[in-house]
Nanobody, 123 residues
């Protein structure tokens, strides 16, 4: 069992930056590939970014490529999502997730989820 707790969300103006943090506890964090997803009101939960167990491989949704960066610090059992040049369409609840097997963009492949953190970008 892995417990995930997101933090760092908030209200920011368009063009601004936020860094989301996901703190993990429970099983060995380095065994898990990690992902970030987001869900806007009335929409499905969508893939944002993922990072492999080693941290050597990352993948991003086209909508955030070049603006967002995912990273991990296994010594702190933490994964981050640095979000720059934020746009109003980035407004959503952001969730982190853990996958014991591999880095993937598919929501259903993830085993554990956090409770989410709200990000609101004003125009």
């Amino acid at each position: 069992q892995v417990q995930l707790v997101e933090s760092g969300g908030g209200l920011v103006q368009a063009g601004g930056s936020l860094r989301l943090t996901c703190a993990a506890s429970g099983r060995t964090f380095s065994n898990y590939a990690m992902g970030w997803f987001r869900q806007a009101p009335g929409k499905e939960r969508d893939f944002v970014a993922t990072i492999s167990r080693s941290g050597g491989s990352t993948n991003y949704a086209d909508s955030v490529k070049g603006r967002f960066t995912i990273s991990r610090d296994d010594a702190k059992n933490t994964v981050y999502l640095q979000m720059n040049s934020l746009k109003p369409e980035d407004t959503a609840i952001y969730y982190c997730a853990a996958n014991l097997a591999y880095s993937t963009s598919y929501l259903n492949d993830y085993d554990y989820w956090g409770q989410g953190t709200q990000v609101t970008v004003s125009s």
